[in-house]
């Protein structure tokens, strides 16, 4: 781990925390006035509970200005931070005022100008910068590690950040990431068994009652979802619902969370709707053809198609549709309307 310095120990000139508020002008104007080195010795009697890292007496929040220098220092030491430090630090900028985006980074660009300042996948906090290819690696390792941690919106958000600024940069992430940000098909398959799977958890209780409601709305469902919004909601949905029947802490051994459970497949949104099939000279868009009823296919006596389009893997389905017969594209053609 690196040094843990702060505006009482291991910057006597505090010529780190000049590099920290160089490019935060919000942050540096606030600590204008602030008198750290007159109060160095009072701080060194002071109980631990000041300090948001009390095991190490480090970043004190007894003052507004304390509080605002310690969550610049903190940021230099990325993820070896542990989480009740990081949200004793928020309690503190909730107690004083201190809003975010004092803390937003930028960089001159010219004489009175910036550049766009950097992101972050976790904005309100200004944590986990995504500036660069290895900063955005980083921060899809801690947001895995630690997002049961998040409410779902901001873990959404966080990593609907992630992707964004990973795709503007090159870097390849994983297709957990793209499930987490809310990118990914839902297999209604496999949604129903997770939500049958939670009724049984809970037994014969009144959410036995509300996850099987959930389960009959997608009785006619077509196998693959796609509306991001509307599978946003859904997880929301079930978030509360595992919340209030207490299944939440059964996440990672029995239960998939809610945001799993929804975006449930490997296959991107994007992926999905940049995917289209020929059906006799017609051009139809992949997932159109994918959400036919399986009760088409056994008529057409490919029920592996309709196992195939429940797998959410648009190029496999693909695939294998381009090799069907031109008569049975026809007839397919004439199920849609054509």
């Not at 979802?225 to 802490?249: C, E, M, S, W, Y």
Request: aromatic share 6%.
């Amino acid at each position: 781990m690196p040094d843990i310095n702060d505006q009482y120990h291991g910057d006597p000139s505090f010529a780190e925390l000049h590099v920290l508020t160089r490019e935060r002008p919000l942050a540096r104007e606030m600590l204008k006035t602030a008198s750290f080195v007159t109060q160095k010795l009072a701080v060194e009697g002071l109980p631990s509970t000041v300090f948001a890292w009390e095991d190490e007496r480090r970043f004190p929040v007894h003052t507004k200005a304390d509080t605002v220098a310690s969550v610049l220092y903190r940021s230099k030491l990325g993820s070896s931070v542990p989480k009740h430090v990081d949200d004793k630090l928020d309690k503190a900028c909730e107690i004083y005022g201190v809003d975010s985006h004092i803390f937003a980074s930028v960089k001159t660009a010219g004489v009175g100008e910036f550049s766009e300042k950097v992101a972050y996948a976790l904005e309100a906090t200004q944590r986990l910068p995504l500036g660069s290819r290895a900063q955005i690696k980083q921060a899809e390792e801690v947001l895995n590690r630690d997002y049961t941690k998040l409410a779902l919106e901001t873990r959404a958000e966080a990593y609907g950040a992630l992707v964004k600024q990973g795709s503007a940069k090159g870097v390849e992430l994983t297709p957990f990431t793209h499930r987490m940000a809310g990118l990914t098909a839902c297999s209604t398959q496999m949604l129903n068994t997770w939500l049958g799977a939670r009724a049984a958890a809970v037994g014969e209780t009144k959410y036995a009652a509300a996850y099987d409601k959930l389960a009959d709305g997608l009785v006619k469902a077509p196998a693959l979802l796609t509306d991001r919004k509307q599978l946003t909601k859904l997880a929301g949905a079930i978030d509360h619902l595992d919340r209030a029947a207490g299944l939440d802490k059964h996440y990672d051994r029995k239960l998939l969370d809610p945001m799993q459970t929804v975006f449930n497949t490997d296959m991107l949104l994007s992926k999905v709707a940049g995917c289209m099939l020929d059906l006799g000279g017609t051009q139809v868009p992949c997932e159109t053809v994918m959400n036919l009823p399986p009760e088409i296919w056994q008529q057409v006596d490919m029920p592996e198609m309709a196992e195939l389009a429940q797998s959410g893997d648009a190029d496999q389905f693909k695939q294998v549709f381009d090799t069907l017969p031109m008569d049975l594209k026809m007839v397919l053609s004439k199920q849609l309307g054509g």
